[in-house]
T-cell receptor, first 110, second 117 residues
Framework: GENVEQHPSTLSVQEGDSAVIKCTYS??????FPWYKQELGKGPQLIID?????GEKKDQRIAVTLNKTAKHFSLHITETQPEDSAVYFC?????????FGSGTRLQVQP | ETGVTQTPRHLVMGMTNKKSLKCEQH?????MYWYKQSAKKPLELMFV???????ENNSVPSRFSPECPNSSHLFLHLHTLQPEDSALYLC????????????????FGPGTRLTVL
């Protein structure tokens, strides 16, 4: 089955700096890669996604890049703000199920 | 507010109790899911329902029993649980169940925090 690895497990940045979270996947048939943000006391919320026919996608301060050859994808957050502090999950959709990474706890220091 | 509600938000139960978790989605979606979220572990898919029919059971112990009476409601019946079952149980829904179309959970509820004593 699909295996998704996510790094780092924790990330602390200063407000205004950029944050990068990286994921690798194992199933070359995976073709859909969403990212979720989970704030305290809430369920995960989809923040951006990318399909395998696209290499990069942006939405205001967040962007996702995909390297199909290397089987890795990354989340980039620019000009971080304290409200970006949360746990971020990557996921990869393989032949059957959506497999999640183990999460990255992002702390943005004011 | 994602359009997916879960009750109760917190539940404490003993190992001999029987309880049920409820999920309701107001999005007109056809697929609904139960996930388990434990500390320091990835989200685990438990069950998938598509048009009220169970299409996936990820080797979940029988002490967890799902029920989907219609496309808007999903229950998880719990009985004789173990302390290691303590976790956040998340319900999710999506329009399409297939991974390629973004299925297996696009809209999550807030979860039920379950503690088994």
């Amino acid at each position: 089955g699909e295996n998704v690895e996510q790094h780092p497990s924790t990330l602390s940045v200063q407000e205004g700096d950029s944050a990068v979270i990286k994921c690798t996947y194992s199933d070359s048939a995976s073709n859909y890669f969403p990212w979720y943000k989970q704030e305290l006391g809430k369920g995960p919320q989809l923040i951006i996604d990318i399909r395998s026919n696209v290499g990069e996608k942006k939405d205001q301060r967040i962007a996702v890049t995909l390297n199909k050859t290397a089987k890795h994808f990354s989340l980039h957050i620019t000009e971080t703000q304290p409200e970006d502090s949360a746990v971020y999950f990557c996921a990869a959709a393989g032949r059957r199920a959506l497999t999640f990474g183990s999460g990255t706890r992002l702390q943005v220091q004011p | 507010e994602t359009g997916v509600t879960q009750t109760p938000r917190h539940l404490v139960m003993g190992m001999t109790n029987k309880k049920s978790l409820k999920c309701e989605q107001h999005l007109g979606h056809n697929a609904m899911y139960w996930y388990k979220q434990s500390a320091k572990k990835p989200l685990e898919l438990m069950f998938v329902y598509n048009f009220k029919e169970q299409t996936e059971n990820n080797s979940v112990p029988s002490r967890f029993s799902p029920e989907c009476p219609n496309s808007s409601h999903l229950f998880l019946h719990l009985h004789t649980l173990q302390p290691e079952d303590s976790a956040l149980y998340l319900c999710a829904s999506s329009q399409a169940p297939t991974p390629a179309s973004g299925g297996n959970g696009r809209f999550f509820g807030p979860g039920t925090r379950l503690t088994v004593l």
